[in-house]
């Protein structure tokens, strides 16, 4: 877990009691966040839980109604000014007429010191796609576009909201892969996101948003250790529940047919008083409680679609699953 | 004001076959063809059909690239500049500067096309009212288009652009001539920018039915006013709000 008050002098990020409200929707409600420079944060939540609203006020994009985000010391507006926010935001977002390399050079030729043209297309990892006029783009190509424009300032701090939305796996892994050589320099990264496996294996610190609130914030390992125990899965025909509640630390049982699955902080106990009292229990797993057991436990079981219309992309290669 | 900005505004503006037919196409032929059914009724009428056929290419061209605003809202790509240092104002400078550069290559061509085929003669300060003189009445339609776009949405600016488009050129006197309309519709054309774009031109061609320079000039600018007040309102607006 960060200690925020160690790194808020020289943060890349202060957020303090951040609201926004639209109407009756509580859409950020008392959000406060301080992210070291040189840090890569995943933001996650279910839809609706603020994600978007914040990183539109941590961009200077939406006023809050209350509450100051500073970024590198002063105002979004300045840091934009500078250059030193890249950022990615859902969305379209590119000019159909334009071709890829007008477009970046156009964004390139608006900031003091850019790279060049060629070195954020290479960043991006689509030098190929300079002459490609924008509207023939596959949805993943638009997306990697869209890095190009945010990493040619040169930014000391990236943001990026749901970056990998429109892409298939291969082009996901690409992408992450082109990302890690720009955090390897040191660079603040801030990225939302509905795939905690992307939170899992890039950022190294994640923030878990329900309706408007921080509910979780800390290293993968600390926010799973949050929501403490591991599941034993086991096959062990005529098991009833009423027993198997009875062995140590379990705090849920789940019979399917002849498998029984086990929740329980005391694993290591329950497992061997399982083993002792039913010897005939075969196929034996203990797993970890993953990222998304963490989420779903710190959000109050609500899922990644709860409280939105848009279709959610489902969970993926979570191990523990 | 960002050069780079302005160059690749008006890149992709020229990309536009719609806005090259409608633009610079449509006027020339409409004006070849209305010259050949009225030109010779009256003297004056080619010159007349002149004005009024520059002022439409004009008010088209001006008009064209500020609806554009609209899409680039929809896309996501008014927000996306917000995230570079280039500011509101020179947002909205390089949108109406592109609108203007628009419209020079009508207000060139009609006049062109009507010296060298259908005889059309004036003096070098009538042709210099004709053709610079109506290119600088069109910043109010520059104005409106940037107003309009940022009104409008992705679908809806296709039928507002129509609207706008048959009011300005039908009532203001441009397709139906102020010379034959009654003087109920003549009243309602004067309440249009338009018929004062028209005017501009007109003063050179004909005296019949043309007021001063100055007066047409006023009118023109008291619209810019108005409109340019109503567009920094709501940029502003819409950047607070989004």
Redesign the interface.
Known sequence: MTEPKTVAAGAAVTLTGLRKHYGEVRAVDGVDLVIAPGEVVALLGPNGAGKSTTV?ML?????PDTGAVTIFGSSPGNA????R???M??????????TVG??V????????NPLRVAEALRGAGIEDLANRRCNKLSGGQKQRV?FA?ALV?DPDLLVLDEPTAAMDVQTRREFWLSMQDFTTSGRTVLFATHYLEEAENYADRVVFLSKGRIVADGSVAGVTALTSGRTIKAVLPGATGHALHKLPGVSEVDIRGDRIILSSNESDKALRTLLAEYPQAYDIEVTAIGLEDAFLTLTGHATLSDGGSAPTPPFEGNETR | M????L??EL??AM??TRFVIFTVGMPVVLFLLYVGIWGKSDPAAPGVIMVNMTSYGALTAALFAGSRVAL?R????Q??L?????PGSGYLAAKGITAMALALPGVVLVPLIAALFEGVSLSPDEWLRVTLGIWLAVIPFAVLGLLLGQIGTAESMQPIMSIVMMVMSLLGGIFIPIDGMPSGLLSVAKLLPSYWLTQIGRGAVTSDLSVGLGQAVLVLAGWTLVLGLGVVRRYRRDS?R?
């Open positions: 539109d961009l200077g994009l939406t006023r934009v000014a500078d250059g926010i890249g950022a935001l859902q969305g379209g977002a590119l000019l159909d007429d334009a007008e477009t050079g156009m964004i390139a030729s608006l900031h003091r869209r424009v300032s | 960002s050069i780079g900005y160059v690749l890149r992709r990309r536009s680039e929809a896309a996501g790509w927000r996306q917000r995230l570079t240092p280039l607070a989004v």
